[in-house]
């Protein structure tokens, strides 16, 4: 299993430009979570989706959109990306059952971007 | 609102020596508790956790986490610190808040533990 893989690795971006990363999961996971990570702040959530058509507004959803129009891959949006999107994009999978290791969320890599 | 603190930026331990990394909580009701760390140039890695139960949690890596609901803490340790320690550790507190199904993570702001040989 690669467990969850996101694309690109790094972008630079320009003011104004969009751009779509994507995340791909193969534990057949139905919950699926977008986060930024800036400098002394943690972790923030975008957006979620707790299964296939769904997704939902987090903490700083601001600038994004998403979609999960399959099981496996999220998708986040940058329409008009802005200099304040710099930061360190991470998905996280985990699956259906709460308690136990059903709380544990999975990560990927991250996607490095940079906006000019 | 469910919240979770790290007082220590940074935490500095000899090899060999115990290392403890804090976390505070602030939750309604029975809190869920994370620890992931995150190596240089990596996505978040599960530790360990606490849901219910024995109060001393053990985990990966040698690590271990003891719940304390009087004084609302998490904190990390390890016996005997190794170089390989060295990582960014987050806490992070299940948000039972809203819309609860969706088992949504509030993470701290992370505390960078520095070992040197």
């Known amino acids: 299993n690669a467990g969850v893989t996101q694309t690109p690795k790094f972008r630079v971006l320009k003011t104004g430009q969009s751009m779509t990363l994507l995340c791909a999961q193969d534990m057949n996971h139905e919950y699926m979570y977008w986060y930024r990570q800036d400098p002394g702040m943690g972790l923030r959530l975008i957006h979620y989706s707790v299964g296939e058509g769904t997704t939902a507004k987090g903490e700083v959803p601001d600038g994004y959109n998403v979609s999960r129009l399959k099981k496996q891959n999220f998708l986040l949006g940058l329409e008009s990306a802005a200099p304040s999107q710099t930061s360190v994009y991470f998905c996280?999978?985990?699956?259906?059952?709460?308690?136990?290791?059903?709380?544990?969320?999975?990560f990927g890599p991250g996607t490095r971007l940079l906006v000019l | 609102a469910q919240s979770v603190a790290q007082p220590e930026d940074q935490v500095n331990v000899a090899e060999g020596n115990p290392l403890t990394v804090k976390c505070t909580y602030s939750?309604?009701?029975?809190?869920?508790l994370f620890w992931y760390v995150q190596y240089p140039n990596r996505g978040l890695q599960f530790l360990l956790k606490y849901i219910t139960g024995d109060n001393l949690v053990k985990g990966s890596y040698g690590f271990e986490a003891e719940f304390n609901k009087s004084q609302t803490s998490f904190h990390l340790k390890k016996p005997s610190a190794l170089v390989s320690d060295s990582a960014l550790y987050f806490c992070a507190v299940r948000d039972m808040g809203g819309d609860s199904s969706a088992s949504k993570i509030i993470f701290g702001s992370g505390t960078r533990l520095s070992i040197r040989p």
């Open positions: 939750v309604s009701g029975n809190p869920y």
């Open positions: 996280a999978s985990r699956r259906l059952s709460s308690g136990g290791s059903g709380e544990t969320q999975y």
